[in-house]
């Protein structure tokens, strides 16, 4: 999934003149929290900055991050951040999910070529996160923790598709703390996950998710008589 894939394309971008009380209101009234900032320079539109509702909450605030000397009357090129992150529309998303992660910002406007084609918010890599796990579609949740060798994957989804049945997500995590190791998060078309989990404990898979019973109920049941 790319960034095309998930970024608001109808953006609402202001002026860096636009006075900050204005930029204040217009955000309540389109309910949005970032506006890229664009001047147009020599007949094109530059983004030069971005501002979010946070930044302006802050205006005439006693809070010790409020920018000092700053009004609501006061242009939003005094407020704004510049210069700005950016990503681009055929980035991966969770390559631009790291970058907005690393600079603890809430949104990045989408360029190209220096134009400004959309931007993307921390609400929207939410949603593609939902998206790539597929909870959308009616299955189960399967977490299995393999060797990290070559063909480790390989070997668990053709145990699940000689059970006849279909994985229609496949997601891994990593721990540092088992560097030999991974585990994948993976959603499977059937309604007995309890089944196929014993069935690929039996196999000598390590299953996570779902738990075995027998172990939450501390004994084995199987044993009695």
Not at 3 to 10: A, E, P
Not at 104 to 118: F, K, R, T
Not at 142 to 160: M, Q
Request: proline fraction near 6%; avoid cysteine; hydrophobic fraction near 40%.
């Amino acid at each position: 999934m790319l960034v095309q894939d998930i970024m608001t394309q109808q953006v609402v971008a202001i002026d860096p003149d636009m006075p900050i009380g204005d930029a204040y209101a217009l955000m309540r009234q389109r309910d949005i929290r970032h506006f890229p900032i664009v001047s147009n320079e020599n007949g094109r539109s530059l983004l030069v900055g971005i501002v979010s509702d946070r930044d302006i909450r802050l205006v005439g605030s006693e809070l010790p991050q409020a920018p000092a000397g700053v009004t609501l009357k006061d242009p939003v090129r005094k407020l704004m951040s510049s210069p700005v992150i950016t990503t681009y529309p055929t980035d991966p998303v969770e390559e631009s999910a790291k970058v907005l992660r690393r600079e603890n910002i809430g949104a990045m406007p989408v360029v190209d070529e220096d134009e400004l084609v959309g931007i993307v918010s921390s609400m929207d890599f939410l949603e593609a996160l939902v998206r790539m796990t597929g909870v959308h579609n009616a299955a189960t949740r399967l977490e299995v923790e393999v060797g990290d060798h070559p063909g480790a994957l390989a070997e668990l989804t053709a145990a699940i598709a000689g059970k006849g049945l279909n994985i229609s997500s496949i997601l891994t995590t990593f721990d540092d703390r088992h560097s030999d190791s991974l585990t994948f998060a993976l959603r499977v078309g059937t309604i007995d996950g309890s089944g196929l989990a014993r069935d690929l404990r039996q196999a000598g898979f390590n299953v996570i998710w779902p738990p075995d019973k027998r172990e939450l109920l501390g004994t084995d049941t199987e044993s009695r008589v």
